[in-house]
């Protein structure tokens, strides 16, 4: 199996559930993961790996159980799934403001029904959509604001993870770099 750049997206790091970026680098290092980087401390990071995305899925839970005491979902996307999530953003014009876009990452694909019935909460100007298992929320008076967003964790009734238009680009860069790097 050839190289892969994976970002791996922590879900529900904040609060009282925290992942030190440095600690957490160091130990992917260390378990063979190269090209690691991390991105602010709310559960970003970037690893290259020719192991298979559900063993790498595998390990990094493995690590965070054992070292951080973290056992909450992690998806991987890789960098050719990243590309096209940004290529496929249904709301382009919304990119000048990162922080009120937001892609959340689909653990598999919600109900038609189910959309439509997150739709019901959007207000003047907010939008989703869903393409290939990544919602698109376009929140422009705020994500905290947004009954959208407050409603769409439950509402989508799928798994997920969710990034700001900022984090999804900032993401991008390091996942180009280290691919560059492998």
Known sequence: ?????????????????????KPL???????GFRHVATYINSGNAVVVSE?????????????????????????????AEWERLIAQN?????TGAGKYLHAAVLGAEPKAADVTALRVHA????SIAVVDRV??????????????????????KVPNTARNWNTVVRLGDLARAAARAA
């Open 123 to 126: 207000v003047d100007g907010e």
């Open 51 to 79: 192991r298979s995305r559900e063993t790498v899925r595998a390990a990094i839970s493995e690590i965070c159980a054992r070292e951080f005491g973290f056992e909450k979902d992690i998806h991987l996307v890789s960098l």
């Open 135 to 156: 919602a698109y929320l376009h929140t422009p008076h705020g994500f905290g604001l947004s009954k959208l967003a407050a409603k769409f964790d439950k509402g989508i």
């Open 1 to 21: 199996m050839s190289d892969t750049v994976w970002i791996v997206l922590f879900r529900g790091v904040g609060g009282k559930t925290l992942l030190p970026v």
């Open 25 to 31: 680098r160091d130990k992917l290092a260390e378990a």
């Open 90 to 94: 249904p709301f382009p014009e919304a």
